[in-house]
Nanobody, 126 residues
Framework: QVRLVESGGGLVQAGGSLRLSCAASGRSFINNAMAWFRQAPGKEEREFVAAVISWSGTTTYAESLKGRFTISRDNAKNTVYLQMNTLKPEDTAVYYC??????????????????WGQGTQVTVSS
């Protein structure tokens, strides 16, 4: 059974940093894209943040977040990370980890991902 567990969220002041972790279990994810999405308060849809495929090292980011957010993964730990720097109040959201059931292609739409974590709250105060 695939399980994704996020951690590392919390309350931080604007300009601060947080590192989110997503521990995956249930199978190997080395060939599968692992991604972060977020859902801001009052928003119905989850917004793509970043994704990575381990074996190729391929990463992709939401254009608006490039330079502030960095995705990485530790294959030995089956864990993906999201380093968030220079946080802004508009980054406040529940952050979700997700992975695809099929190998390869990185998608940026929630519907392309099959497995999701429960989410971790990030709140950035002004």
């Amino acid at each position: 059974q695939v399980r994704l567990v996020e951690s590392g969220g919390g309350l931080v002041q604007a300009g601060g940093s947080l590192r989110l972790s997503c521990a995956a279990s249930g199978r190997s994810f080395i060939n599968n894209a692992m991604a972060w999405f977020r859902q801001a308060p009052g928003k119905e849809e989850r917004e793509f943040v970043a994704a990575v495929i381990s074996w190729s090292g391929t990463t992709t980011y939401a254009e608006s977040l490039k330079g502030r957010f960095t995705i990485s993964r530790d294959n030995a730990k089956n864990t993906v990370y999201l380093q968030m720097n220079t946080l802004k109040p508009e980054d406040t959201a529940v952050y979700y980890c997700a992975t695809r059931g099929s190998a390869g292609i990185i998608g940026q739409r929630p519907i392309e991902y099959d497995y999701w974590g429960q989410g971790t709250q990030v709140t950035v105060s002004s």
